[in-house]
């Protein structure tokens, strides 16, 4: 795909009488909502970011009447490199991209994944979100988690989007079989971080990150759960830390679920499913915000994964034959 002209940015303002003998940056914030204050004080001393002509310090105060002239065009974010590839694109507009990510696959370039992530075929797709931080991402699915991703195409819905997932008022919900019968779903607030001893790991620990997660039971089976799980906040391996801690790991987890349990008296055919399903069994099915620039309510889900179906469907057949 071609390189895309950059998205200049062109917007005046003038300082209402309300905002009278404020700091600048405080009066752009209040003018120019979709950005963020810290990325307008660096367009002021810029000088992208004008006041009746001239430049100024964000410091500086401006009177009633005075005119806001921003004219900016972003400079990319990150010198990561465009990659065609396959895209499941489920919602798309001229602010957001909907995807439906499929297992193994890296949402960011990192060391020993600098290609074949979603952001290189995000940025071969759209190669305006080269002058998105992040590439647009605002909220991020491990390697094999499946489901539903957003992206903002420009800085306008990226900051919109920060903003609801700061106020907690994007809703994400996940499906995942655990291991174990819960009797009944709860809350988990355990606070988050760094794994003592595993540095690839994260864990419960007394002075880490707030972290909530809410879940139900959809279905019991002979030794496993189907459970529904929404976050209210969204920290790195959140599920998957959160169920090993209620001694509830998720089927198939690498990292936090190294016993593979099979129930007694299982066919060969679910001792197989199990053996088989080597990824962590947790997909984003449900997606749920408010448009960024429109303000209008957007629901999108994705049906299972053909894997995580098969699985349902073993245990399912598995507790029907046993009680028959």
Known sequence: ??????????????????????????????????????????????????????????RDTAEA?????????????ENWTAQEMPLQVVY??????????????????????????????????????????????????????????????NLRSHNGLVQQLQARTISRQYQAVVQGVMTAGGTVSEPLGRHPVNRIKRAVVRN????VTNYRVLKRFRAHTHIQVNLETGRTHQIRVHMAHLKYPIVGDPLYNSRLQVPSASSELLKQVLL?????????????????????ECNWESTLPSDFETLLKSLRDDRQVIES
């Open 208 to 211: 880490g990150q707030e972290a």
């Open 276 to 296: 088989d399903f080597r990824r962590q069994a947790l997909h984003a099915w449900k997606l749920s915000l408010m448009h960024p620039l429109s303000g209008k």
């Open 65 to 77: 009447g005075a005119v806001l002239l921003l004219e900016v065009e972003p400079e990319p974010v």
């Open 1 to 58: 795909m071609s390189k895309a002209e950059p998205q200049l940015i062109s917007l005046s303002a003038e300082v209402p009488h309300s905002l009278a003998g404020n700091r600048l940056d405080q009066i752009a914030a209040q003018l120019f909502t979709e950005y963020s204050r810290a990325r307008l004080q660096e367009w002021i001393k810029q000088g992208k970011l004008t006041l009746d002509g001239q430049h100024c310090r964000p």
């Open 92 to 153: 798309e507009d001229a602010d957001l991209l909907v995807i439906n990510k499929p297992a193994d696959l890296v949402v960011h370039p990192a060391a020993g994944h600098r290609q074949g992530t979603l952001v290189n075929g995000l940025l071969h797709y759209c190669p305006t979100l080269e002058s998105v931080p992040r590439a647009g991402i605002v909220h991020r699915l491990d390697k094999d988690t499946t489901g539903l991703l957003v992206v903002a195409k």
